[in-house]
């Protein structure tokens, strides 16, 4: 299949992995950090660490829009899903995540009404076919889906359709970032660049990485070669003791974004002053929400919220998993109490999710797969 | 801003798990005692540990943990089996039923039959390459086809709404009747339900199957062992991704048609050629990648696949690829999966191109004595996966 299987050919994986081995000097560890859920899930389906040497570690990050939303939003949205006439639409990574009293899904077997959409648009063909409710669309994502949550609603806006609202859940990326970078915990060497958001924010937003904290970034596409190429652009970096902001994604991605969907954004959403993640806490100016002009569609405005806090479950280690502290299975819970039919966190709900990855794709000990396959070849 | 609690699952959860621990040997770790224990483990034998931990817990009972039923129980992945062995099993249990083949073998007065059912709940009711009709006697035809029967006799049961255009039911049941006489079997007994409207989707059909046993060959996937190959009868994933796209929900045009068709023939012309079959599946709901998932659970063995022997349509893969689903997950409804001894592999795939519904057969795997219970995948890529069973509908990603 053409612009795809160009993307995943093993004889260049191979090339590549041996130019990657080649630049790890001896005795030296390092870790990476795909910043983007999306990456993780490419690394664990195409089993792309089998091509990493053993120094390499690569650490996943908060990049999963499904990840980084706290319980208590989830209890906000099925709250407001159960108010009179309302029809309540998500995209369908939402549909599994568990709020404290269960997850959509749940609500909805329970008799509310949540739809799955594939496109904010299609929940305001929701709304236009069913005047008599009250259609929201849970918004969620970074600044990768933030665009087209603002054009449905400068359409809604210009259609005059008001029985739409978003309750908005859009979250900023270079925030998450940066949290990382000043948490004690972790020293990472360089960072694969989200390359989603980033054909929305292009690459400038990054300039602080490397300018303030000294490491490398690559903006890195989704193809499994994508992550292979970038992940020796970071090397040729680190070996060359360079730090910085690269674009190994320059086929969608443009250095200074997309403006037109930046003004989208602009035009219709405004940075909260905090906003809480899973998992992470509390961190300044990392959300959206409808701005002033276009309260008329801000769901928290015209339904009472109730703002519900929910601490996560002891247990759970989702915010360690999401920093790159704790590896997957590290996490006391991991595929025992915590497993993707019954997740008790989010990281293991999304396909984007490292647990959810980790548990799907990787759930095998690649260490003794190759003693055991040492072994049998005597 | 007020503060919630978490409900009582989770809770429930962790209790579970903490009295599963207590019960479970600690591992010891195989080297010199040192002064700050089990962290010294080296790093493998840390994960190994938990994934010892892990497999231990999913071969636990089923319990479903829903207060009520979601889509999730209805998808033919892991939320369905724990359904089916926490509900159903707990319920009827017995040896028959017990196997959990595609169809239950009985003897009855001298002869060996094959009983099956199946219900039709398919959306839309007509779709590119078939409908409601075809697919509802095909169904059932497979599953007695491949639990080595010759299919005879088939029930037929309707519910219809209140509504329900008369002309839209004649056409189903002419397709009925076509499939009907493509396979060799007849609809010898029926039944009709009307409920009203808003309570059914138009048209659901019930059937049920009676096949003869003839052969004496004793299929079932927990006789898959290591050595022996796995086959694919032809490409996978046309009937799901032509449903999805005939739903119109997704604005992607393609010329892919489901693949409606009765396997009878097909599994006659296996039988008759090979004597070393150990097992045959349909890839339905769920579609090869629950299968191989099955025939690890059911025989205790490793699988190992290729992701590029898998045959699957560019249309398929196109498709797939743009809503972020696994073409090996998705339904098939005319291609079997088959488990033979590896040494008789190239003659099974000879005697499956030599039927027409098998002409794109091919060996995509192997079962293993290692890592028993996991399905591992060697990617296009070149790299190493698990294929584990599906939770919930495929859903697409979001970014």
């Known amino acids: ?378 | 801003m007020t503060t919630g609690s978490t409900g009582g699952w989770i809770a429930e959860a962790l209790r579970e798990h903490d009295h599963a621990s207590e019960q479970e040997p600690e591992v010891q770790p195989e080297q010199r005692p040192s002064p700050r224990g089990r962290r010294e483990l080296p790093i493998a034998d840390r994960e190994q540990q938990v994934l010892d931990r892990i497999d231990r817990a999913r071969r636990r009972r089923a319990r479903v943990r829903e207060e009520r039923i979601t889509m999730s129980h209805g998808a033919g992945g892991k939320a369905t089996q724990t359904l089916i062995e926490a509900v159903f099993l707990d319920a009827f249990g017995n040896p028959l039923l017990a196997e959990l083949e595609d169809a239950a073998r009985l003897a009855v007065g001298g002869a060996r039959l094959a009983l099956t059912t199946d219900s039709f709940v398919v959306s839309p009711l007509f779709f590119p390459g078939g409908d409601i009709g075809d697919l509802a006697v095909n169904g059932t035809v497979n599953d007695l086809a491949v639990s080595g029967a010759t299919p005879l006799y088939l029930s037929a049961g309707f519910i219809l709404e209140e509504g329900f255009p008369v002309a839209d039911l004649t056409r189903i049941t002419a397709s009925m009747r076509e499939a009907a006489a493509a396979a060799g079997v007849q609809v010898v007994t029926g039944d009709t339900k009307v409920v009203e409207r808003g309570k059914a989707d138009g048209c659901y059909i019930n059937t049920a199957g009676v096949g003869l046993l003839e052969r004496d060959v004793p299929l079932g996937v927990a006789q898959a062992r290591p050595g022996d190959a796995i086959i694919v009868s032809g490409p996978v994933g046309d009937h799901g991704v032509t449903i999805m796209l005939a739903r119109g929900e997704l604005d992607i045009e393609s010329d892919v048609e489901s693949d409606t068709a009765p396997l009878a023939g097909l599994v006659a012309a296996l039988l008759d050629a090979v004597p070393g079959v150990r097992a045959m599946r349909d890839a339905t709901r769920g579609g090869v990648a629950t299968i191989l998932n099955e025939i690890a659970k059911a025989a205790d063995v490793g699988v190992v696949v290729s992701e590029d022997d898998i045959p699957v349509r560019d249309e398929v893969r196109g498709a797939a690829e743009l809503l972020g689903i696994d073409p090996m997950y998705v339904a098939c409804e005319g291609r079997l999966v088959a488990v033979v001894d590896g040494a008789a592999a190239e003659q099974a795939v000879a005697a499956l191109r030599s039927h027409p519904l098998g002409a794109e057969a091919t060996v995509v795997g192997r079962i293993t004595a290692e890592q028993p219970g996991l399905v591992r995948l060697k990617t296009a890529f070149g790299g190493t996966r698990i294929v584990d069973l599906l939770v919930g509908d495929p859903l697409p990603r979001i970014c």
């Open chain 1, 1 to 378: 299949m053409r612009f795809v299987d160009e993307f995943r050919d093993a004889d260049k994986a191979h090339a590549l992995a041996a130019k990657i081995a080649a630049l790890c000097e001896p005795g030296r560890q390092y870790k990476i950090m795909e910043v983007c859920g999306g990456h993780t899930h490419t690394i664990y389906k195409h089993g792309l660490e089998d091509y990493l040497p053993e120094s390499i570690t690569l650490v996943h990050g908060p990049g999963c829009p499904v990840c980084v939303i706290p319980m208590g939003r989830v209890d906000d949205a099925i709250h407001l899903a159960s108010q009179p006439d309302v029809i309540m639409t998500s995209f369908g990574d939402m549909m599994r995540v568990p709020g404290s009293q269960g997850s959509f899904f749940d609500a909805k077997a329970a008799g509310t009404d949540i739809r799955m959409v594939y496109s904010p648009l299609d929940s305001l063909k929701i709304a236009r076919k069913n005047p008599d409710k009250r259609v929201v669309f849970m918004a969620i994502g970074f600044e990768t889906t933030a665009p087209s949550t603002a054009m449905t609603v400068l359409r809604a806006a210009a259609e005059g359709i008001e029985n739409f609202s978003v309750f908005c859940n859009h979250v900023t990326i270079v925030p998450a970032i940066k949290a990382i970078l000043d948490s004690p915990d972790l020293r990472l060497d360089g960072f694969l660049g989200p390359g989603h958001v980033s054909t929305v924010i292009g690459c400038r937003p990054y300039e602080f990485i490397a300018r303030d904290y000294g490491r490398p970034v690559v903006v890195a596409g989704f193809e499994p070669l994508d992550i292979l190429q970038s992940i020796y652009q970071l090397m040729l970096q680190l070996a060359e003791g360079r730090a910085e902001i690269e674009n190994q994604y320059s086929r969608v991605v443009p250095w200074n974004g997309n403006l037109v969907a930046l003004q989208a954004i602009g035009q219709t959403m405004e940075l909260r002053p905090y906003f809480e993640w899973r998992g992470l806490g509390f961190i300044s100016h990392s959300a959206l929400k409808m701005s002033e002009q276009y309260a008329a569609f801000d769901a928290e405005l015209l339904f009472k919220v109730p703002g519900v806090r929910v601490a996560d479950p002891k247990a759970c280690q989702c915010g360690e998993v999401l920093k790159g502290v704790l590896k997957p299975w590290e996490c006391k819970v991991f595929g025992t109490a915590c497993t993707p039919e019954t997740p008790i966190g989010t990281c293991m709900v999304s396909p984007e999710g490292a647990c959810a990855a980790y548990y799907n794709f990787g759930r095998m000990n690649r260490e003794r797969v190759a003693e055991a396959a040492e072994v049998s070849r005597g």
